[in-house]
T-cell receptor, first 114, second 113 residues
Framework: QQQVKQSPQSLIVQKGGISIINCAYE??????FPWYQQFPGKGPALLIA?????SEKKEGRFTISFNKSAKQFSLHIMDSQPGDSATYFC?????????????FGQGTTLQVKP | KAGVTQTPRYLIKTRGQQVTLSCSPI?????VSWYQQTPGQGLQFLFE???????NKGNFPGRFSGRQFSNSRSEMNVSTLELGDSALYLC????????????FGPGTRLLVL
């Protein structure tokens, strides 16, 4: 029940295309869903996050779509650029229970071809 | 503001040894969490500290331990190292409990031979 399942494992997109990464969770106590971006040799960096009272959140080219009833959320990267090539992790936590424990998906390696 | 810093960045140890990793959170952040990242298991939560108290612990053996000091700096220790402990160990800090955003450091790459 603590798992977060992420797909696909890897993704190749042409420059200018849309990258879509999906995540699903089981634990209904989760109330915070961040996406992290990680480049080789670096720690994960927060990209965008959403709470379950919102169905969509957009920041620049990055959009999270959230479906509470299906217990799924996804990251859309519009106009994908070669600089977006990185590993992306979805995560979930239960902030309401005052814990910082993040449960991460397995990660998606994105390659954007020029 | 300086980000989360971790030392050392790289470490090579042999089986059976012990290791201590250090994390300095962002100034003003009082909550520190540790994660282990491996290609096979991904990112897994180790423990969380706030005000020098362990608030949460992941599913790791007792060889993994940590502590937090009064200045919010944190250390984690792994005793009797095993080959499978080779990983990137990440520290993340946030302002307080109940606050959402965690900021990660660059990690310490541990190789156990």
């Amino acid at each position: 029940q603590q798992q977060v399942k992420q797909s696909p494992q890897s993704l190749i997109v042409q420059k200018g295309g849309i990258s879509i990464i999906n995540c699903a969770y089981e634990n209904t106590a989760f109330d915070y869903f961040p996406w992290y971006q990680q480049f080789p040799g670096k720690g994960p960096a927060l990209l965008i996050a959403i709470r379950p009272d919102v169905s969509e959140k957009k920041e620049g080219r990055f959009t999270i779509s959230f479906n509470k009833s299906a217990k799924q959320f996804s990251l859309h990267i519009m106009d994908s650029q070669p600089g977006d090539s990185a590993t992306y992790f979805c995560a979930a936590s239960s902030v309401g229970s005052n814990t910082g424990k993040l449960i991460f998906g397995q990660g998606t390696t994105l390659q954007v071809k020029p | 503001k300086a980000g989360v810093t971790q030392t050392p960045r790289y470490l090579i140890k042999t089986r059976g040894q012990q290791v201590t990793l250090s994390c300095s959170p962002i100034s003003g952040h009082r909550s520190v969490s540790w994660y282990q990242q491996t290609p096979g298991q991904g990112l897994q939560f180790l423990f969380e500290y706030f005000s020098e108290t362990q608030r949460n612990k992941g599913n790791f053996p007792g060889r993994f331990s940590g502590r937090q000091f009064s200045n919010s700096r944190s250390e984690m220790n792994v005793s009797t190292l095993e080959l499978g402990d080779s990983a990137l160990y990440l520290c993340a800090s946030k302002l307080s409990t109940g606050v959402e955003t965690q900021y990660f450091g660059p990690g310490t790459r541990l190789l156990v031979l």
